[in-house]
């Protein structure tokens, strides 16, 4: 990339209104440098001589293929080992001992949506292998998803760099659940073959993910518009199995609207599947409806 | 100085590992001492317990697992939680600072968020 070709503030807002209508992403004024980054890095393996020809081919072309792999490219997150520590002391001290007499013969099914590079979903398979002896005869299966992107390509490989694996790791379970392969650490095949792995296309529809007994979607509110957090939310609803739990960061709420799940938490951040039916309200329909008009206004364009 | 400052004694024979290490500890809040090998820490040991100490492998007059295992057979040095800070990658390596005594393990090259992560899972901040 040639040093003095930046992005046109003009090409950084079009990005910005973008990732918003696309995925209903607020992107920041102090984003540049990250876009600048992932971008360049982007256009360069897409076969462009740089950044700005590859924005400009977006811009002027409308690709749908491009615009969803850029948006994907900015939206990647870095994450760490055991990230938010209470989530998972809430997930094994109160979400699954709760579960084991309801699943007790049988599995519980637990997913991350939005996994990235798979630090959150192997953090709980590392938590499901240590409490096997103590919660007996209930196989928990896991399950990470998230937009085809490169991080979720190292999650499938399980392979992380020596920086990553230091970052909320014990050092026990580091020699314990992983192989050392040159300069990086590889997760070992018995604990990678647990999780499964899904590319979620960005457009596609949430449902067809199934049901789980704990959705685990943390720190990642703040950063959508109000109609999208309002329709991932409802979307994460129908994810969440009956008597199953959802997982916000441990500072993270609902708020007003309960998307089907009691207003008491659980644990901080964790709210269990009501056992009413839920009716949405008029509010959060009118919301849906003006999101859906957008998506389609989008599909169109595109 | 606030009375429940923690103690960290750093030990290494890079003096410029030394010199980061006391930076970032000191940010984390710690008051950080220094020794150069494992028998100079073993003397400020017995004169005074750190809470903490930050431990290289491999050092002149007497390496850091030669140290470990002498400090935990003596009078209170069970107490200090002990966090290796060495080059040494292998697994079998890794074990064998554990088996000796060891609460955590860090790999060099670290950064300051390795020294904070680790540090944390061993219960000494916050």
Known sequence: MSGSLSLKPSYYEALKRLTAELVGVKLGDDHTFLVETRLATMARKEGFENLS??????????????????????????????????????????????????????????????????????????????????????????????YPSQALERAKAGRFTHFEVQRGLPI????????????????????????????????????????????????RLGQFTTPARIRILRGLGRLVSANGYLMLGSHEKLDDMNFGFEREMVAPGCYQKSQKQYIPEPDIQDSLQEQTDQERAINNTA | MNTTTKTCLIVDDSKMIRRVATRILRDLQFEPSEAGDGREAMEMCRASMPDAILLD????????????????????????VVVFCTAERDVIKIAEALDAGADEYVMKPFDSDILESKFSEVGLLG
């Open chain 1, 172 to 219: 026990r379970h580091l020699i314990k659940y992983f192989d050392k392969d040159g300069e990086d650490w590889v997760v070992k095949r018995s604990l990678r073959n647990r999780i499964t792995f899904i590319d979620h296309n960005l457009l596609a529809d949430i449902d067809q993910l199934g049901t789980h007994q704990i959705v685990m979607f943390r720190g």
């Open chain 1, 53 to 146: 020809q590859m924005v400009d081919e977006l811009f002027s072309r409308g690709q749908t293929r491009l615009a969803i792999h850029v948006v994907t490219a900015l939206l990647e997150r870095a994450t760490s080992f055991f990230d938010g520590r209470a989530g998972y002391e809430a997930m094994g001290d109160i979400l699954l001992p709760k579960l084991h007499p309801l699943y007790r013969g049988g599995s519980v099914r637990i997913l991350s949506y939005g996994c990235s590079s798979g630090q959150e979903i192997y953090s709980a398979a590392i938590l499901a292998d240590k409490l096997k002896h103590v919660l007996p005869d209930m196989d928990i299966v896991l399950t990470g998803v998230d």
């Open chain 2, 57 to 80: 492998w491999n050092m002149p007059v007497m390496d850091g697992l030669s140290f470990l295992k002498a400090l935990r057979s003596t009078n209170g040095g069970t107490k200090p």
